[in-house]
């Protein structure tokens, strides 16, 4: 098995800038008979203006397949979260088009954005942000009370037993262990069974313990419960858990990892160093 | 150090000016009290000293001393005294023109402008014997006006010998025409024989007046006239009719001095005078001075500004709570700031230095804001009050004193300071090592003592003990009962407020559990309110103080009215009486008048009066001693008419209503069978016996029904007309209109009507006054709320971007802060009504329950609206950290700090 398969772009030099969509397909034709969950076409996000400007996403096209675990990797500064956070329909892109399912989230105001975060969206997030007034059980159903819809008492079961909380329902969270909250907002975030689910560095708090049962809890959930995800890090080990990575740099695709491997993984990122160490003289 | 405070408060200016604005409005209110209370003194010295004019001094020849014309003119002589005036007073001079008459005070023409204290509108002041000036109102009511003439009539004293006094008369006076009975009253044994004789005297009203400082206000206006017919006007003169300014009595002299005139030289000057013309202790002194000894250094305006600064007190505590809270939040949110200080080698005592001057400065910039506020708003006030046209002078501008500035600086900067002393030493506990821990790190959190606990208990148990004795004491020790009910009630109050942290947070929680039936952003209130107890606690019980009072006066109030209603309509169940006279026939038997022909119709005509009855009444002896009035009213009429359903009950056929009083003298017990009978001349006519019904009536009369009087032989004259009032504040007009159709006869007008409205009015003044002063707590109580939700904003900034991020619609954000603020404003005023609801029964109790039959009422109308108030407040008090809130972008929950 030889998971590393090195995006186009990343050995010839420059990548185009239309050039990574077709390369998962390319790459899986297994997989591409699957409807993504989640597409970007065409999308950048600029901060700033004039000489402060940044481009943080330079025009994104790219596709996350249902029932997959997709991590995004990059160098900081990379536009990983950035890519997310638009992705998400937590901030606004400059242009091109984020869908989820068939709709452009680029599109939607506010209080549709904030209904589709509740009804087809979960979150996982570095800090955990359970709310500290609320039991482990409350912080899990939280996403259903504020939809106003009834709990589906038999995938509460299933996600508590898959996630082993069993014990911990009526704990605040002042009560547990990081990788007991972990596994609360892990819960919270499939408990609406989301159309995909977007995990911010959810290692990134816990102890290499910890954050490794977190992430076989995430691949678990997509392999038995048939989720989506689609998780930010940068940290190699936490990414070779996923199915695939995508690899970022300066706001554009710079690669894609097929069953990726820690090592495969590290690989990838120092071509991207290399890239980066080797175009800046150029450049310069 | 300073440097880093200064920094620190830099980045806390928000939250410091809100801080700062319930200090502010507590100082405003202490100096607007006592800047109010130096202009209040300053109008009462000027009242009393208007009927001085101008003079620059006033001099006492000593009580007992009595000024004479020599003494006057050596003053008047006195280097430095430009002019010297005896004060002169005349009351009650009897004044007729036509059928009209009236009594009027009278005081001579000064010699000098200077004691010029009225102001003429019409014509002049006299200037010759026989010439009188009168107050406009005083010449409208006799209809006389410049030109006419007014009888004065006096009376002379007259030597038993005397010759004629028509003939010596120097005012051309003549005798009486009229013999009044007090014509033969005689002087005191061991005077010469004589007597005092009515002279009468025509006087030409030769100016009208008005007195524009109410100088004469007391004794309703003054006419003028020259010194001697003052003093002969008055009854002041020898026993040959020559007015004699000795006999008057005076000692005071008003004295205007020289320009340039050193006062002090000149006092001591008048004061040798005095003393050489016999004065035994002569007191020469300034306006004030006098004002002030007038007084005998109470104004009246002391008790009043004790009151008042009270409120302010309670207001003061609650910006306090406000300051402690806020302070306890700027810690906890500094906790990382003060624990690097402490790492980089702070010591504790220079941390708490560091808050402890923070607060310093608050309090000295917010006290600062307030004495400016608090003399802006006293000079409004004088402005208005300018324009209002009152009968007294007020002075233009505001002038502050030492006390209005210094004491609310003292008072703000150390209750802000006392108020940081808790969070300050929060503070000093912050541990190094929280610098090292990640963002998270749980905020300080005070745990409630077990001292304060037993604290608590103590004050509340005893209190409670100390008010219930006190209810309990109140009917045989009304004083001592009401002075232990006030202690235990403060105790068992203070009591409960210590103790906020142990109960409030459960009453928000369960109260809390109810409203979060209602959605989740309620759920997310009612759960928010319970994440930091001690805060919201604070910020209720903030709120709790003043909600208790305002509640606790209303309850006083509707509990005395009700209580002195229903006493009033047992004592005088009558609004309103008008009765014909009792007169005597030749014989000297008394005789029944009936009320004029139309009178009654009229009456009951009057706009206000609900009800009315015609009464026969005739003189009946009872019990075959006493004597009284019997007045006949049938059942029916009496449940018209009275007030008193009880007593209406008692009125029926065989019975008769005997009052308390009447039964005691006449020695019957209820329900004895005694004879009635009608006194006819001498005598009685047959009697009849009825059972008493004795009742605790204020009166001298007994009530029976007018068949009874039929029984008895009664002539059935029509003599007394009962009336009830609609309402009775109105009363006022009624009577008025009353006195007005009755006016040409001589009909005697009595009741209890205008005494109710007199005291319902006083009790509904009181509580607006009381509500009105209570208010600006509350107000401080609110920015408290507001405050308290503004750094739950701050705190749960990553939270509210979570619930954002996990889909809490904005709307929903900003309604779970609405339900937040009405959930702590709520909890704050619901506790607040019913702990004032308890407190004003006890209160009512412990004083009306030995005067009167305690009738508990709820003031549900005012209790409502404290509710409505605090709700809404507490609703608008989020509208703004509300905002705030649904501003957070969701993104903001992915920050790692």
Redesign the interface.
């Known amino acids: 098995m030889d998971p590393f398969v090195p995006a186009p772009a990343a050995s010839t030099g420059p990548i185009p800038p239309h050039g990574a969509p077709d390369a998962p397909g390319a790459a899986q034709p297994g997989r591409a008979a699957r409807e993504a969950a989640v597409r970007a076409r065409g999308l950048t996000k600029v901060y700033g203006r004039g000489e402060a400007e940044v481009r943080a996403l330079a025009g994104v096209d790219v596709d996350f397949a249902a029932g997959e675990f997709t991590a995004i990797m990059g160098p900081s500064g990379s536009g990983k979260?950035t890519l997310m956070?638009v992705l998400?329909g937590?901030?606004a892109a400059t242009s091109g088009s984020a869908f989820l399912g068939q709709t452009d989230v680029t599109t939607l105001d506010?209080?549709a954005l904030?209904?589709l975060?509740?009804?087809r969206v979960g979150?996982v997030?570095?800090?955990f942000?359970l709310?500290?007034?609320?039991t482990a059980e409350q912080n899990i159903l939280?996403?259903l009370?504020?939809?106003?819809a009834k709990a589906d008492r038999a995938w509460f079961d299933t996600l508590v037993a898959t996630l082993g909380l069993g014990q911990r329902l009526t704990h605040r969270p002042?009560e547990l262990s990081g990788g007991q909250q972990q596994r609360v907002a892990i819960a919270?975030a499939l408990i609406a069974k989301p159309e995909v689910v977007f995990a911010?560095e959810p290692t990134?708090?816990l102890d290499s313990r910890s954050g490794a049962e977190v992430l076989s809890f995430l691949r678990r959930s997509v392999r038995e419960l048939g989720r989506t995800i689609i998780m930010v890090t940068h940290d190699p080990t936490a990414a070779a858990y996923a199915d695939r990575v995508v690899l970022l740099a300066d706001g554009r695709i710079a690669g894609d990892i097929v069953d990726p491997t820690p090592e495969a993984v590290l690989a990838g990122l120092d071509a991207l160093r290399q890239l980066e160490v080797t175009e800046t003289p150029v450049g310069a | 150090m300073w440097r880093l405070t200064l920094a620190q408060m830099r980045r806390s200016l928000g939250r410091l000016t809100a801080a700062g604005v319930a200090v502010a409005i507590g100082t405003a209110f202490i100096a607007a009290t006592l800047l109010a209370g130096t202009i209040m003194q300053r109008i009462s010295y000027d009242s009393i000293t208007a009927s001085y004019g101008t003079a620059d001094l006033i001099a006492d020849a000593g009580a007992g001393t009595s000024l004479d014309e020599k003494t006057v003119e050596a003053v008047r002589g006195t280097p430095g005294v430009a002019a010297a005036d005896a004060r002169v007073v005349a009351p009650y001079i009897a004044m007729s023109a036509g059928d009209r008459e009236i009594t009027q005070t009278l005081v001579p023409v000064p010699s000098d402008p200077a004691f010029d204290t009225q102001h003429v509108t019409q014509g002049a002041l006299p200037t010759a014997d026989g010439q009188i000036a009168l107050p406009e109102r005083a010449a409208e009511r006799l209809h006389v006006g410049v030109g006419d003439t007014v009888s004065v009539s006096y009376y002379r004293w007259q030597e038993a010998a005397g010759a004629s006094a028509t003939a010596e008369d120097p005012a051309g006076a003549t005798e009486g025409a009229t013999a009044a009975p007090s014509d033969e009253a005689t002087g005191a044994p061991g005077e010469p024989e004589g007597s005092y004789r009515e002279v009468r005297a025509d006087a030409e009203v030769v100016g009208l007046t008005t007195d524009p400082t109410s100088a004469w206000a007391q004794y309703g206006g003054a006419a003028l006239a020259t010194l001697d017919d003052t003093l002969l006007w008055g009854g002041f003169g020898d026993g040959d009719g020559t007015p004699a300014l000795a006999d008057a009595a005076t000692s005071q002299l008003l004295l205007a001095l020289d320009d340039g005139a050193d006062t002090a030289t000149v006092a001591d000057a008048v004061e040798d005078v005095l003393t050489a013309s016999g004065s035994t202790d002569p007191l020469v002194l300034t306006r004030d001075a006098a004002a002030e000894r007038s007084l005998s250094g109470d104004d009246g305006t002391g008790p009043i500004l004790v009151v008042v600064l009270a409120f302010a007190a309670v207001a003061m505590i609650v910006a306090g709570l406000v300051i402690a809270n806020t302070f306890q939040v700027l810690v906890a949110q500094r906790t990382r700031t003060l624990a690097l200080l402490r790492c980089v080698g702070a010591v504790r005592s220079q941390v708490r230095r560091s808050v402890l001057l923070e607060a310093s400065l608050l309090g000295l910039a917010a006290s600062v804001a307030g004495v400016l506020l608090g003399t802006a708003l006293v000079q409004v006030a004088l402005l208005v009050m300018q324009n209002a046209d009152l009968p007294f002078p007020v002075p233009s501008v505001v002038r502050p004193t030492v006390a209005s500035v210094v004491a609310p600086l003292a008072v703000g900067v150390v209750v802000t300071v006392l108020a940081a002393l808790t969070p300050a030493r929060v503070a000093t506990r912050v541990a190094p090592i929280a610098a090292l821990r990640p963002a998270d790190a749980p905020a300080a959190g005070s745990r409630a003592g077990r001292f304060r606990l037993v604290v608590s208990l103590v004050l509340v148990v005893g209190g409670t003990l100390m008010l219930a004795g006190g209810v309990a004491l109140s009917k045989q020790l009304l004083v001592v009962a009401v002075g232990i009910a006030i202690l235990g009630g403060a105790a068992s109050f203070v009591g409960l407020l210590v103790g906020a942290v142990f109960w409030m947070p459960r009453v928000v929680a369960a109260i809390g559990r109810l409203v979060g039936r209602f959605g989740m952003p309620a759920r997310l209130a009612a759960a928010n309110t319970g994440r930091n107890p001690a805060r919201t606690a604070a910020t209720s019980t903030a709120l709790l103080i003043g909600v208790t009072l305002v509640a606790m006066m209303s309850t006083g109030a509707v509990t005395a009215r009700a209580t002195l209603d229903d006493e009033l309509d047992t004592r005088y169940p009558v609004d309103l009486a008008v009765a014909a006279p009792f007169t005597t026939d030749e014989s000297g038997n008394p005789v029944t008048e009936a009320l004029p022909a139309g009178t009654v119709e009229a009456l009951a005509d009057i706009p206000g009066v609900e009800s009315s009855a015609t009464l026969v009444r005739d003189s009946v002896e009872i019990g075959g001693t006493q004597t009284v009035d019997a007045l006949g009213i049938t059942p029916e009429q009496a449940a018209d008419v009275l007030r008193d359903a009880d007593l209406a009950a008692a009125v029926g056929d065989g019975t008769v209503v005997v009052p308390e009083a009447v039964a005691e003298s006449a020695g019957i017990e209820d329900g004895d069978r005694v004879p009635v009978a009608r006194t006819e001349g001498s005598g009685v006519g047959t009697p009849v016996d009825l059972t008493a019904v004795v009742v605790p009536l204020d009166s001298w009369f007994v009530l029976v029904t007018p068949s009874t009087l039929d029984d008895l032989g009664s002539a059935g004259t029509l003599s007394t007309a009962w009336l009830r009032v609609a309402d009775v504040l109105d009363s006022g007009q009624v009577v008025q209109q009353v006195q007005d159709l009755t006016s040409d006869s001589v009909l005697e007008i009595t009741g209890a009507a205008l005494e109710r409205a007199l005291y319902q009015r006083a009790i509904d003044t009181l509580l607006a006054v009381v509500v009105g002063l209570l208010a600006v707590a509350v107000v401080i109580a609110l920015i408290g709320v507001t405050n308290t939700l503004s750094l739950s904003v701050i705190e749960r900034r990553r939270e509210s971007a979570t619930l954002r991020a996990l889909g809490l619609t904005r709307r929903q954000l900003r309604a779970s802060m609405a339900v937040e603020g009405a959930l702590i404003a709520g909890v704050g005023a619901v506790v607040g009504v019913a702990l004032g609801l308890a407190y004003g029964w006890l209160g009512s109790a412990a004083v009306l329950a030995g005067i009167a039959d305690l009738q508990l009422r709820v003031p549900w109308a005012d209790l409502g609206l404290v509710l409505g108030v605090a709700l809404v407040a507490g609703v608008l008090a989020s509208a703004l950290p509300g905002r705030t809130a649904a501003r957070t972008p969701p993104v903001a929950a992915l920050a790692v700090d």
């Open positions: 979260s956070h998400a937590l901030d506010d209080d904030t209904r975060r509740r009804d979150f997030f570095q800090s942000n709310l500290p007034m609320f939280l996403p009370e504020l939809a106003g002042s919270r911010d990134g708090n």
